[in-house]
């Protein structure tokens, strides 16, 4: 296989470093070793590159620069931010709202919560992914402290009414936590038009390091007539002013820095430019494959995300098909990807397990041309048309599926 001719299409994975981050990051690998906690000017250095970072950063959201908190990835942002306000606030109240499409990084946290005795409703959403804000309205009690709603899903792409959720959450003066590693550097965010009090992005999603995070924190968690409304998951020396104490990374802080900035000058053309790849791929796979459909909305979804069902295959079967030829894909999640259970979003959407299992998850990026969709969409029909023929699923049969949704 050669790396340079490899045409990688899973970028909601991860994404490949921009040349120009790498640069950043290695000059201050070299140059920027100090800890900006010290005292001395090597130190002071480093703190400077912290400040003017966080500045990059809040500039892609309308945030002010000290609610910037820097985090070793959108995992950990989602944990402190949910663990967080839950234990801050268990006097105040234990219930809590999100929704059944959910990543894991804040799927799984609420489940531990739920161990914890807080309760926890899972929205369910409709065809497309969006979830009704009526639903939303109703599920709220006296006891609600947190609603944690995902900016885009990452494995359909769907955007959720994040403005109307803000505006849900602020009149009945509820915490409002929105996990945008999906949507960070990709379309447009403003914490203040949107009243989002929390929000997770993660650097290795917009073509920067992996293991750089940050969280949003409104007014660094002070709220009126609340006080204090989180608290760390952590503890350990000051970094981070106490909220995610541990040496900085100042280096990949930097280089995330200078991805969000890219991404800021380049996202209206970007996006532009990366829609037309996606309808293009959408257009031709559904009009030219027999039974192949979308999944997740057609317009009210991520720039780069394409995720296409095909009945009578196995997803996984495609994704490793492509790869001989060169061609990275995913069937789902990255993590659901080596499990055999289908993908909890895909039948949050309603999809038959069977149907979930035909998923192929294509998220085109910054280095796509037009050429390399050219290329997957002349390699993707035989490959369909093969595994068709040898697969146990077949048109008009029943299939029997066990406990953990797999068919026999
Ligand atoms: C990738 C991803 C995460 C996790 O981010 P990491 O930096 O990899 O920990 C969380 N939420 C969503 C929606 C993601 O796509």
């Avoid at 910037?68 to 809590?96: C, L, Y």
């Avoid at 409104?218 to 006080?227: A, F, I, L, T």
């Amino acid at each position: 296989m050669n790396d340079s001719k490899y045409i990688y299409l899973d970028n909601a994975a991860t994404t490949p470093m921009d040349p120009r981050v790498i640069e950043e990051v290695r000059k201050h690998l070299r140059e920027t070793y100090g800890n900006p906690s010290s005292l001395h000017s090597v130190g002071q250095k480093a703190g400077q590159i912290l400040l003017k970072s966080r500045e990059m950063i809040a500039l892609l959201i309308n945030s002010k620069r000290d609610d910037i908190f820097f985090t070793s990835s959108g995992t950990e942002a989602d944990n402190i931010a949910i663990f967080g306000v839950a234990s801050k606030n268990k006097e105040r109240g234990n219930h809590i709202i999100t929704t059944s499409i959910e990543h894991h990084a804040v799927e799984n946290p609420y489940k531990e919560l739920e161990k914890r005795g807080f309760k926890v409703t899972f929205l369910s959403v409709d065809k497309y992914g969006l979830i009704n804000t009526e639903d939303l309205e109703n599920a709220i009690t006296k006891k609600t402290i947190l609603i944690s709603i995902m900016f885009a899903n990452n494995e359909i792409g769907t955007i959720e009414p994040i403005k109307e959720i803000g505006e849900i959450a602020k009149t009945h003066d509820i915490i409002f936590h929105t996990d945008a590693v999906q949507a960070f550097g990709k379309i447009p965010i403003d914490v203040n038009e949107m009243n989002i009090d929390l929000l997770s992005a993660s650097a290795h999603k917009l073509y920067g390091p992996k293991g750089v995070g940050m969280l949003y924190i409104r007014n660094k968690g002070v709220r009126e007539g609340w006080g204090k409304f989180i608290e760390p998951i952590m503890y350990g020396g000051g970094h981070e002013r106490d909220m995610r104490p541990s040496t900085v990374n100042v280096p990949g802080i930097a280089g995330f820095a200078k991805a969000a900035e890219l991404a800021k000058e380049e996202m209206e053309e970007e996006a532009r430019r990366q829609i037309k790849l996606r309808d293009k791929i959408i257009k031709w796979v559904t009009e030219n494959i027999e039974d192949s459909y979308l999944n997740g909305h057609p317009t009210k979804r991520l720039p780069n995300n394409v995720n296409l069902g095909f009945s009578y295959v196995e997803g996984e079967s495609i994704v490793l098909d492509l790869d001989m030829e060169g061609i990275a894909t995913s069937t789902g999640s990255a993590c659901s990807s080596k499990s055999l259970d289908p993908s909890h979003v895909l039948l949050a959407i309603g999809l038959k397990p069977e149907e979930a299992h035909g998923s192929l998850r294509v998220t085109v990026g910054r280095f796509i041309t037009e050429d390399d969709v050219n290329y997957f969409l002349e390699k993707l029909p035989p490959i369909i048309e093969r595994l068709r023929k040898i697969s146990p699923l077949k048109k008009g049969v029943e299939y029997v599926f066990d406990k953990n949704n797999n068919h026999y």
